[in-house]
């Protein structure tokens, strides 16, 4: 499942424009920190079926609370911000990841 993961999180940063090890990083940075969260959010919505909050939770080195936590920011962030939201799901929309 990590190979999922890699590849969504790798397409994410590079539409982004984000350093992957900046994103996995610790740092509290305000932006990275929301991306961060989208970017769980996102590969939670999308792989759901094949990928669960504990394998998340490892591949980031977090607890599945904070892929909860993470989950709710996103979903706050995305429902009061609709700039936020659209160049979001554009990206989304990009982002082919296939898995068997």
Request: net charge positive.
């Amino acid at each position: 499942m990590n190979e999922i993961i890699d590849k969504f999180v790798k397409e994410f940063c590079k539409k982004y424009y984000i350093n992957i090890d900046t994103l996995m990083s610790e740092t509290r940075d305000p932006l990275i920190t929301k991306m961060r969260y989208i970017v769980i959010d996102s590969i939670y919505n999308n792989f759901n079926s094949v990928i669960t909050y504990s394998k998340i939770a490892k591949y980031f080195s977090r607890t599945v609370g904070f892929v909860q936590h993470a989950r709710t920011q996103s979903n706050n962030l995305l429902s009061v911000n609709d700039k936020y939201a659209t160049r979001i799901k554009q990206i989304l929309d990009e982002i082919k990841v296939e898995y068997d």
